[in-house]
């Protein structure tokens, strides 16, 4: 079709079914064709605005074929029971699934009664009992119950070069799964002073012998960030670890437990693990997050709002309007976070937001657990985005919170953006759209580090890292933090701004924790300056 003459109604009808709006039907046709032009078609042949259904009936059906359940098909869609109750009585769809799907058996494992039939689960289990039940092959689990389970990966982390040497002294030849083992090199501490690449040639040739395939190389970037970009974690496992970051996972419905070095290795060893099944807390995020007030904003107002609280041995699960907006990448911050809490693991519940970022990706099937509704919590707390702030979190701790307004302009020198939990694409995409087409203050250097080199990638891509350069940032490979010594950049009497947390060796200077907006904004004026002005939403 010629993009200049004036297409027909078939036509038009077609390309707005694709584009819906005007504008992206201009950008499809090009040519000089303009938005105001497809509206100038519309009106001549009589198409009023896009008003397509969100929903086919030909997905609702498949849906509803699926599950059964207007729930959890509901769920699959990120809708309400009663929203898609009513796409369903919109299309007359009001027979029940003539087979019964295994979607639709795996989610009625431990919920709702049916008369005459014995009730499988108690009805008042939450995610985490969910998942701990399935992998220990029970019907149901109570808190503190012990259960054996077979993790479905294990990441070493940090430790692996002490997960080593103590499987070898259990006198075992081989680990149990070769492809339930991950080894990230980067971030390894070696526990040795005999020479980095000796050492490093050992993991690797560890990694060979062991068949180890998920051995991600120096570079490769944060193994956890890795680990989700490649599909090796999937919603409603359970991940081992010796690094606290594997709490990032459960922004995937994952859930993680940490474990020693020790403990790793008889994992490493024997396949099994025993666990004592934790109590939960329920913490509800409502509202919409202001101007400039970002995920890691309000991971510290959280921590810092419960250190009087008993988090200790618990796990959080994460409901409420304000999770269910926020992205994966949203997720991964706020979970890697909230390790200060002083409880043992995080999880947000699997919704459409999940089902897209992990379908894509996922290397075998899997099934998400989905708490009851009417799931018992040892504790309950609730959180209102609207009244949060953009904060800095200081040196003294997680409760050393103060709210960007309250710095009076204090001067920074140096800014350290990226890393593990605010290293992704999205949070890279917001340093350079503040910093773009302009310079960094002369009296501070600004470093940025992508999570993973398939970020680094896309950014390269897509014309951020032109950006950073331009602007006299600094970009740094993806990897171990800590190759960047800054007790060598950072003198006693200057001032850091920082997206990692509490990854760095600290150094003599004052090193206070921030958003990347808050860095990329800070880093133009050279001290710390709230973002709002500079942001576009």
């Not at 040739?205 to 193994?223: A, K, V």
């Not at 991971?299 to 008993?310: G, K, P, R």
């Amino acid at each position: 079709m010629n993009p200049r003459r004036m297409p027909t109604k078939a036509e038009l009808i077609r390309l707005q079914k694709l584009y819906r709006t005007d504008k992206r039907i201009a950008e499809t046709l090009g040519n000089g064709v303009t938005e105001h032009l497809v509206a100038y078609w519309r009106r001549k042949k009589g198409i009023p605005t896009y008003s397509f259904p969100k929903f086919s009936v030909k997905e609702i059906r498949e849906v509803w074929d699926r599950f059964g359940d207007d729930f959890h098909a509901g769920m699959e869609l990120g809708l309400s029971k009663a929203a898609f109750y009513n796409w369903r009585r919109r299309y007359k769809i009001t027979r029940k699934p003539a087979a019964l799907k295994l979607e639709q058996l795996s989610l009625e494992l431990f919920t709702g009664d049916t008369p005459g039939r014995k009730r499988l689960g108690s009805g008042h289990q939450t995610i985490v009992q969910k998942v701990l039940s399935r992998s220990a092959d029970c019907k149901s689990v109570d808190i503190g119950q012990e259960v054996e389970i077979e993790p479905e990966m294990v990441i070493a982390g940090d430790s692996v070069d002490e997960v080593i040497e103590g499987f070898n002294q259990t006198g075992t030849t081989y680990v149990w799964n070769p492809a339930r083992v991950l080894i990230p090199l980067d971030g390894t501490i070696l526990s040795t002073a005999s020479g980095e690449a000796g050492r490093y040639k050992s993991l690797r040739d560890f990694s060979r012998m062991q068949q180890i395939q998920n051995t991600f190389e120096l570079g490769e970037g944060d193994g956890f960030q890795v680990a989700l970009e490649k599909g090796l974690v999937l919603p409603g496992q359970v991940i081992l670890g010796c690094d606290r970051t594997i709490f990032a996972c459960g922004c995937l419905g994952v859930l993680t437990f940490k474990l020693s070095a020790s403990e790793t290795a008889l994992v490493w060893a024997e396949g099994k693990v025993g666990l004592s099944v934790p109590e939960t807390v329920r913490v509800n995020l409502t509202g919409r997050l202001s101007r400039g007030v970002f995920s890691r904003d309000v991971a510290h107002h959280i921590v810092a709002q419960t250190q009087t609280a008993d988090m200790t041995g618990k796990i959080i699960e994460f409901y409420g309007t304000a999770i269910d907006q926020m992205s994966i990448s949203e997720r991964f911050t706020l979970c890697s976070i909230l390790h200060d809490t002083g409880c043992i693991g995080v999880v947000c519940p699997y919704d459409a937001t999940t089902r897209r970022y992990i379908n894509p990706r996922a290397r075998k099937p899997f099934t998400p657990a989905l708490a009851d509704r009417n799931a018992v919590y040892a504790a309950e707390f609730t959180f209102d985005l609207n009244i949060m702030k953009a904060v800095v979190c200081g040196p003294a701790g997680p409760s050393d919170l103060i709210p960007i307004d309250e710095m009076g302009g204090l001067a920074v020198h140096y800014i350290f953006m990226g890393g593990a939990v605010n290293g992704r694409f999205d949070d890279l995409k917001i340093v350079a759209e503040i910093i773009k087409g302009k310079k960094i203050s002369p009296l501070t250097r600004l470093f940025i580090q992508p999570a993973s080199r398939a970020i680094y990638l896309d950014a390269l891509k897509r014309g951020l890292i032109r950006v950073f350069a331009e602007a006299g940032a600094i970009v740094i490979s993806p990897g171990d933090p800590r190759r960047l010594d800054l007790r060598e950049v950072l003198a006693p009497d200057e001032n850091g701004l920082t997206t990692y947390h509490n990854e760095i060796t600290r150094p003599g200077g004052r090193l206070y924790q921030v958003s990347p907006a808050t860095a990329a904004v800070s880093a133009l004026t050279g001290e710390i300056t709230h973002p709002a002005p500079y942001v576009k939403f």
